[in-house]
């Protein structure tokens, strides 16, 4: 199939409610145009520089994504277009994102990657770092950015109990400060586990290979 049949199949077979990110890291921008041409204006990229190369060579309706770890050192680069940013793992990078922001005159949206997996390489805040984040008048700080939502990866395995349990936790965390905090974005689910996602409250998910085909 390609992409554009991808796309199209992945908008029917998803609720309306849900938002799909094409993850294009590693991808030409010839690939990201068939997406484009077929509907698609959310990509996800993993390095700022790439997402920076492809913002500047292609249309300006596309909304981009930063969704893998962001180095504080480079967060300038991004600043002046990115949409969302999906990882913020730690108060030093809301710090530089609000520097950033400001700088560029904007409000930059943002999620809180929430640690729910086991694994030590998956990034993001503990349970209870992000309830202390919520319950205290810490983001007041940062008037130039904009928790959305909550953002977590499960772990990569074939026991869907664990991956079930853990997405469970996301949601709860983000149910529980989804109205004093005006969350609205659920970030959870990829190409191998976005069904049972959804099934927990996904708003958003983080399709790649599935659309684009393997790197």
């Known amino acids: 199939m390609?992409?554009?049949?991808?796309?199209?199949?992945?908008?029917e077979s998803?609720?309306?409610?849900?938002?799909?990110?094409?993850?294009?890291?590693?991808?030409?921008?010839?690939d990201l145009m068939e997406?484009?041409?077929?509907?698609?204006?959310?990509?996800?990229?993993n390095k700022i520089q790439e997402m920076t190369e492809k913002w500047e060579e292609m249309p300006k309706d596309i909304q981009w994504h930063m969704i893998g770890h962001v180095q504080t050192n480079k967060v300038k680069f991004m600043a002046p277009f990115v949409s969302l940013v999906?990882?913020?793992?730690?108060?030093?990078?809301?710090?530089?994102?609000?520097?950033?922001?400001l700088a560029n005159n904007r409000v930059i949206d943002v999620l809180i990657q929430v640690k729910i997996a086991r694994e030590d390489s998956k990034f993001g805040m503990t349970v209870d770092d992000v309830i202390s984040l919520f319950q205290s008048k810490e983001l007041d700080n940062y008037p130039n950015?904009?928790?959305?939502?909550?953002?977590?990866?499960?772990?990569?395995?074939?026991?869907?109990r664990q991956v079930q349990a853990e997405f469970e936790l996301l949601e709860g965390l983000f149910l529980r400060f989804r109205e004093s905090a005006n969350l609205t974005i659920l970030s959870s689910g990829m190409s191998g586990d976005y069904k049972l996602a959804i099934d927990n409250g996904s708003t958003m998910i983080r399709?790649?290979?599935?659309?684009?085909?393997?790197r």
């Open 14 to 30: 998803i609720p309306p409610h849900v938002t799909l990110v094409a993850v294009s890291k590693t991808k030409p921008v010839a």
């Open 145 to 160: 950015v904009n928790v959305v939502g909550l953002m977590g990866m499960a772990t990569f395995t074939d026991d869907q």
């Open 35 to 45: 997406a484009y041409e077929a509907g698609q204006r959310i990509f996800g990229e």
């Open 86 to 101: 999906h990882a913020v793992d730690r108060i030093k990078l809301l710090k530089e994102i609000n520097k950033q922001a």
């Open 207 to 214: 399709v790649g290979s599935s659309i684009f085909g393997a």
């Open 2 to 11: 390609s992409i554009a049949d991808n796309i199209l199949r992945f908008r």
